[in-house]
């Protein structure tokens, strides 16, 4: 007798499980292939702290090569423990962004030499290298090393000389009216500062990438004013940061750039509003240009004056700022306890340009020149607020011909504050202590009322 062959059946429940096993492996090496050869990463922390700001990834993008990074630092340190692990997962970060940024850790116990040739102070400084020259980093955060890196990319290492002598506002100065912050934060873009008096210099030097003027405290004399005027007509770059105040011998330079300057000062309710000084002027709005390209922060102009221009063939003109829609430029004096109120028979109602960029063609050379009405938005007092600094590096980018490195200046860190005017407050007051409860107190009466009957 032949034996019957017996038949396995597999049944569709098991066929079903065995096609969904085979795709979902095949789904898993899939996505293992797809993994390893593009990574993504998501930052989800509220101020995200693993990721880089956009003015520190465009500073990346301007470096066209191996970034060095050599850290001094030891295999423990007392008080932050393994100090190595820190600074390795925060240029991480960097190199995700550029992959061509190279780490390396010297240890000053062990390679004492190597500490001292590098003028090594601390535990954990470093060096940065690029393009032959390099940087010396005390601390490390995002506005450090990002500022770093950009100015490793500024690699023309201009100079700019300011004026001096008659008690203007000095870029390497420490009081509140100076600029000390301001020029410290050039030098660290890779820009070198110099003073210039020209009661003792012939002209302005040829070597000088800009020339930048502040108020000056005394009259110029007339000689010096000439030198200034020679330096324009030649087609010199400069920077004009007018105050409040009379010219001080400076009429002739406004009268060679065309400017038409309304005596006072400027007064906007805005800035009374977000609980500031009246006698503050706060701007959020810039007309396309590349100064302000992609700018978006708001910038602070205490005691500000109007700028004005005429029109003419000679120069190519633009307002940069614009600001105080609801304000008036005042030639009265100013008391915060004062009540804004415009005098409508003598005060000018706004809005205004605080800020002018002129530009012209001169022996085959670019000429380009700018102009604030107000030096205090730089002081060392007011520089901290809001984007004020950063407006102030892209004029000087823009006006030594770096229109490259126009970017927002990397921020240390990422705060949640909200700032809010005094009637935002005063409605969200209202609301919690009045509103909320009064509606809840209704809202329980009338269930009670329904209850009840």
Request: glycine share 8%; aromatic share 8%; hydrophobic share 40%.
């Amino acid at each position: 007798m032949p034996r019957k062959m017996k038949y396995f059946r597999l049944s569709p429940t098991l066929l079903k499980n065995i096609a969904f096993t085979l795709l979902l492996l095949i789904a898993a090496v899939a996505l293992y292939q797809f993994s390893a050869r593009y990574s993504a990463q998501w930052d989800v922390t509220q101020t995200k702290l693993n990721s880089l700001e956009q003015s520190s990834i465009n500073a990346l993008k301007l470096l066209q090569g191996e970034v060095r990074v050599t850290v001094y630092a030891t295999e423990q340190d007392a008080k932050q423990g393994d100090l190595r692990r820190l600074i390795r997962e925060f240029i991480a970060i960097y190199q995700r962004y550029k992959s061509d940024i190279t780490l390396t850790f010297v240890d000053p116990l062990k390679e004492p030499e190597a500490m001292r040739k590098a003028a090594i102070q601390n535990n954990g400084e470093l060096v940065v290298e690029y393009g032959g020259r390099s940087a010396h980093l005390t601390s490390l955060n995002e506005q450090t090393l990002s500022s770093a890196l950009l100015g490793l990319a500024h690699s023309k290492n201009e100079l700019l000389m300011y004026l001096d002598g008659h008690g203007e506002r000095k870029l390497d100065g420490m009081a509140n009216h100076d600029l000390g912050d301001f020029g410290n934060k050039l030098q660290q873009n890779g820009y070198r500062i110099g003073s210039l008096n020209l009661t003792l210099a012939q002209n302005v030097p040829g070597n000088a990438s800009l020339l930048l003027l502040t108020h000056p405290q005394t009259p110029l004399l007339q000689g010096e004013v000439d030198k200034i005027l020679r330096h324009i007509d030649s087609g010199g770059n400069l920077l004009w940061l007018i105050d409040a105040e009379p010219l001080r011998g400076l009429e002739p330079v406004a009268e060679k750039l065309g400017l038409l300057l309304t005596p006072g000062m400027i007064i906007d309710p805005a800035s009374q509003d977000m609980n500031a000084p009246a006698n503050w002027t706060l701007s959020a709005g810039y007309p396309p240009h590349p100064v302000t390209f992609n700018f978006n922060l708001i910038t602070v102009f205490p005691f500000a004056r109007s700028l004005g221009s005429e029109e003419n063939s000679v120069w190519e003109r633009q307002t940069l700022i614009e600001a105080a829609p609801r304000g008036w430029v005042s030639r009265n004096a100013f008391k915060p306890s004062d009540k804004l109120r415009i005098d409508k028979n003598h005060d000018i109602p706004g809005p205004f340009s605080l800020a002018l960029a002129l530009q012209r063609n001169v022996n085959n050379k670019d000429q380009r020149i700018i102009i604030v009405g107000g030096a205090s938005f730089l002081a060392n007092a007011y520089s901290g607020n809001g984007g004020n600094i950063d407006l102030g590096i892209n004029m000087i980018n823009w006006l030594s011909n770096e229109d490259a490195l126009i970017t927002t200046q990397p921020r240390s860190n990422k705060d949640g504050i909200v700032t809010l005017s005094t009637r935002a407050l005063t409605i969200i007051s209202i609301s919690l202590v009045i509103v909320i409860p009064l509606i809840l107190l209704i809202a329980g009466g009338v269930q009670w009322w329904r209850r009840r009957s």
